[in-house]
């Protein structure tokens, strides 16, 4: 890897004007583009010391050998060029939203002598009219083929058109009555031009008008003893309103918006975007990135709105309203710049209440869904799994293969209430009822090396004491069957293939001690540093660096971070328990009803330890044996934290549980 300060340039160098800058690598490749206000500050951020950088922005710096940069006249400019740059390079270091699809529409040629329906996608074309955007395609293409039934316009391509005029029969879409059939005479250059209008007004939001219509010619239909044509509109009628069905209005009618919604965890985010047209859900569209540089909310959002938007060169592609859970970086510049892609004026941002506000709710909840199935799906992948097992075990250089891994990760605040969890994998899938969490006290709790030795010792004592405890089963001394005994728990027998630890070297160093101090030496440990997402072995200066696409990091990962949410959930609830304990807790004979009576009689610690046993007795339920226990537990020695209630000062009861603090 590289070294920052060999290519770091010369502050007086950088200019302070808003630009553009590029980091390559030793092949002159670029791998990361960014934008900046003021580029000397932006870029002496990176040079900053590397243990105040974010881990990913770590590993960007050490992988590039230069940096340059283009000054640009406003932040207009350099928000242009950097979505230009992102676009030209697709650098590895930056959020690529990537699809290779456009949005489809339905699109009315109307430049055309016989106009022509059919689902598009890509540049906007001259003298082509667009509805849309529709997601997925095949919703637009099942509403087109159900508003054939009533607005039969041309479907065809110009082949097959030319084609139909010249044997003078239709195609089979002109037989099914789903084309007027231009191509051979059956409808006038003109009234097939209308019938295309027609369709462009019902997709512009007229569709009840074109209903009511249609029920009055049933009824005309019926009042004339015409039952076929009033079941051919019956039929249509239906078809009309099946088209709305799909397309339910959630919004006023006016309403054209795209409503975007995250949902992300450390490694990756799902965005989803609702496209409202006429008030109705047009389509829907999601993606799925792996965030591979630190960003904060503001600049995730910037991102997205340049890639999604980027591309549109058409005014309908990109709505008057565009609705974000959070405010961009430089919305103003950037509210500009779509603008000057639409030709009109686009109204960003947040809403706070309302139906907007409860809608971006249901996008948020889509896009949670689609992280929750993505992680699930490459989770319950068996090839996925098998693959990052055999990477690993490779990558690690192990004799063994990884039936069972264990991971372990300590948790604590300022040394605190200091927990450790335990969290397994067998085949590459959970196993949480093999989850154990410690608590750890006295001098194992001074530090993390010496919290891992307490851990590591703790687990593998009791594999060894369940090894001792099955030895005479397995080598056939006692017959379980014969004696009718129940076999003895194996909580710990079966040992894992790797122990990863949460850290780096120290932490490796102090796993491998204590499994040597208990003379195990056929269980192998690795650990995942956190900062550069880094593989270390015992004895090894040198870490094992997977990489960014390799599944086996990636089970790594989700095993690590499982290990943390497990470790800070017990961490949690350990420092509230601590945090709502009563000096009358362990009053023999004293249950919540009558603590609770006791606080209330007397309001305060301090009128409680100046009480004697006359005072507790004249509480309901207080006996005399149960009012000197009261006494005696109140006189014991305050605290440090009890005596800063003795002058009354502090509150002494929790008011919400009714315990008395200490």
């Not at 087109?144 to 084609?163: E, H, Q, W, Y």
């Not at 088209?243 to 054209?256: C, G, I, M, W």
């Not at 929750?372 to 990052?388: E, G, P, V, Y």
Request: with cysteine; aromatic share 8%.
């Amino acid at each position: 890897m590289a070294d920052p300060t060999s290519y770091r340039p010369r502050t007086g160098e950088i200019p302070t004007s808003p630009g553009v800058y590029r980091f390559r690598d030793p092949q002159a490749r670029v791998i990361y583009v960014g934008k900046a206000k003021n580029l000397r500050s932006r870029l002496n951020s990176y040079f900053a010391n590397p243990a105040t950088l974010a881990a990913k922005t770590h590993t960007m710096v050490h992988t590039a050998a230069s940096v340059e940069w283009t000054v640009v006249g406003s932040e207009l400019e350099a928000l242009q060029l950097e979505y230009t740059w992102i676009k030209e390079y697709a650098p590895r270091f930056n959020i690529m939203f990537r699809d290779d699809k456009s949005y489809p529409y339905l699109a009315v040629t109307l430049g055309e002598k016989y106009p022509r329906a059919q689902v598009m996608r890509g540049d906007r074309r001259k003298d082509v009219k667009y509805f849309g955007p529709f997601y997925p395609a095949k919703a637009i293409r099942e509403t087109l083929d159900t508003l054939l039934r009533v607005f039969p316009v041309r479907t065809c391509s110009s082949g097959i058109f030319r084609r139909a005029q010249q044997s003078g029969r239709p195609c089979l879409l002109g037989y099914i009555d789903k084309c007027s059939a231009p191509c051979v005479g059956r409808i006038s250059p003109e009234d097939h031009r209308k019938l295309a209008d027609e369709l462009c007004q019902f997709m512009g939001g007229e569709g009840t008008r074109f209903i009511r219509d249609l029920e009055g010619q049933m009824k005309a239909a019926v009042a004339e003893l015409d039952y076929e044509q009033a079941a051919r509109l019956r039929d249509d009628i239906a078809a009309l309103r099946r088209v709305f069905e799909r397309n339910a209005v959630v919004l006023s009618e006016d309403t054209e918006a795209d409503i975007f919604a995250v949902a992300e965890d450390d490694l990756e985010a799902a965005v989803q975007v609702f496209h409202v047209r006429q008030g109705r859900i047009r389509g829907q569209r999601g993606w799925v990135v792996e965030k591979v540089e630190e960003t904060n909310g503001p600049e995730f959002i910037e991102h997205l709105l340049q890639q999604v938007y980027g591309e549109n060169t058409g005014g309908d592609r990109i709505p008057r309203e565009v609705l974000v859970p959070v405010e961009p970086e430089n919305p103003q510049e950037l509210a500009t710049w779509l603008r000057g892609l639409r030709g009109a004026a686009v109204n960003l941002r947040v809403p706070q209440r309302g139906e907007k506000a409860a809608l971006m709710g249901t996008v948020k909840d889509n896009a949670e869904q689609s992280l929750r199935l993505h992680k699930s799906r490459r989770a319950a992948d068996i090839t996925t799994r098998s693959a990052a097992l055999q990477e690993l075990q490779e990558a690690l250089g192990l004799p063994v293969p990884l039936m069972r891994i264990e991971c372990y990760d300590i948790s604590h605040v300022q040394g605190t209430n200091v927990v450790a969890s335990m969290v397994v994998v067998e085949d590459g899938l959970p196993k949480k009822s093999d989850y154990r969490k410690f608590s750890i006290t006295g001098d194992a709790a001074r530090d993390d090396t010496a919290s891992m030795y307490d851990v590591i010792t703790r687990r593998f004592r009791h594999y060894l004491d369940d090894q001792a405890a099955m030895a005479p089963v397995i080598s056939g001394e006692i017959s379980i069957e014969d004696s009718g005994e129940k076999a003895p728990p194996r909580k710990f027998a079966y040992p894992p293939s790797l122990v990863v630890v949460d850290g780096g070297p120290p932490q490796v160093a102090a796993a491998v001690q204590a499994l040597t101090d208990l003379g195990i030496d056929d269980v192998y440990v690795a650990g995942l540093a956190k900062r550069l997402e880094e593989l270390w072995l015992p004895d090894d200066p040198f870490p094992v660096v997977l990489p960014r696409a390799s599944h086996g990091l990636y089970l790594l990962q989700r095993i690590r971070d499982e290990a943390h949410r497990f470790a800070i959930t017990f961490h949690r609830q350990k420092r509230s328990a601590a945090m709502t304990t009563s000096l009358l807790d362990d009053v023999p004979g004293l249950g919540p009803a009558k603590r609770q009576a006791i606080v209330k009689h007397f309001g305060s610690l301090k009128r409680m330890r100046a009480a004697g046993v006359e005072d507790f007795q004249q509480v309901k339920g207080v006996g005399p044996r149960l009012a000197a226990h009261l006494v005696e537990a109140l006189s014991a020695p305050a605290t440090a934290g009890g005596e800063g209630h003795d002058d009354g000062a502090g509150p002494a009861v929790n008011t919400a549980t009714g315990e008395l603090l200490d």
